[in-house]
T-cell receptor, first 114, second 114 residues
Framework: GDSVTQMEGPVTLSEEAFLTINCTYT??????LFWYVQYPGEGLQLLLK?????DKGSNKGFEATYRKETTSFHLEKGSVQVSDSAVYFC?????????????FGAGTRLFVKA | DAGITQSPRYKITETGRQVTLMCHQT?????MFWYRQDLGHGLRLIYY???????DKGEVPDGYVVSRSKTENFPLTLESATRSQTSVYFC?????????????FGPGTRLLVL
């Protein structure tokens, strides 16, 4: 079945460092891909998404490109801030199942030090 | 502007008791979901609903019951709580058409079963 694998955390960075969180997926169809972010004590929020190959999703300085050839959707940010400390979830949604069964990765916790 | 709310936010109960977690959304979204979040497992889908009176099992439905008599409410009941059901429970919803694969999450309910 469909699955999402993302790098284990925690990831600890200093403020203004470059961030990459790796995410790869397996899917039989043509999924949409997502990054969600969870701040402490809160529910998940959609950070960005891409619905087809070579699409780039971006929001709040974060970017991720849908790479069909490598089945990847790595999250990047050029300069992280302390306020970016959170847990980041990669996810896919397969339109073959009506688009509403979303598969989540295990999450990667990011700590940013001042 | 309430969006999606969950109650209670925190609950302690004992093994064998029945517990109901409430979820309410104000957007009239067709799709609603219940997930549990456990360390190392990310989010796992318990049940989902495509519309009022239409529900279906997710990945981990055993021990849970749902109903959806009204579009805006999607309660989750643990019929006889077990320690393994100690978790954080998230409700989510998605709109019916374009962008339906994007999910909007509530703040979560932390459940402890003693």
């Amino acid at each position: 079945g469909d699955s999402v694998t993302q790098m284990e955390g925690p990831v600890t960075l200093s403020e203004e460092a470059f961030l990459t969180i790796n995410c790869t997926y397996t899917a039989t169809g043509y999924p949409s891909l997502f990054w969600y972010v969870q701040y402490p004590g809160e529910g998940l929020q959609l950070l960005l998404k891409a619905t087809k190959a070579d699409d780039k999703g971006s929001n709040k300085g974060f970017e991720a490109t849908y790479r069909k050839e490598t089945t990847s959707f790595h999250l990047e940010k050029g300069s992280v801030q302390v306020s970016d400390s959170a847990v980041y979830f990669c996810a896919l949604s397969d339109l073959n199942t009506g688009g509403f069964k979303t598969i989540f990765g295990a999450g990667t916790r990011l700590f940013v030090k001042a | 502007d309430a969006g999606i709310t969950q109650s209670p936010r925190y609950k302690i109960t004992e093994t064998g008791r029945q517990v109901t977690l409430m979820c309410h959304q104000t957007w009239s979204h067709s799709y609603m979901f219940w997930y549990r979040q456990d360390l190392g497992h990310g989010l796992r889908l318990i049940y989902y609903s495509a519309a009022a009176d239409i529900t279906d099992k997710g990945e981990v439905p055993d021990g849970y019951v749902v109903s959806r008599s009204k579009t805006e409410n999607f309660p989750l009941t643990l019929e006889s709580a077990t320690r393994s059901q100690t978790s954080v429970y998230f409700c989510a919803s998605s709109p019916p058409r374009a962008g339906k694969e994007t999910q909007y999450f509530g703040p979560g309910t932390r459940l402890l079963v003693l």
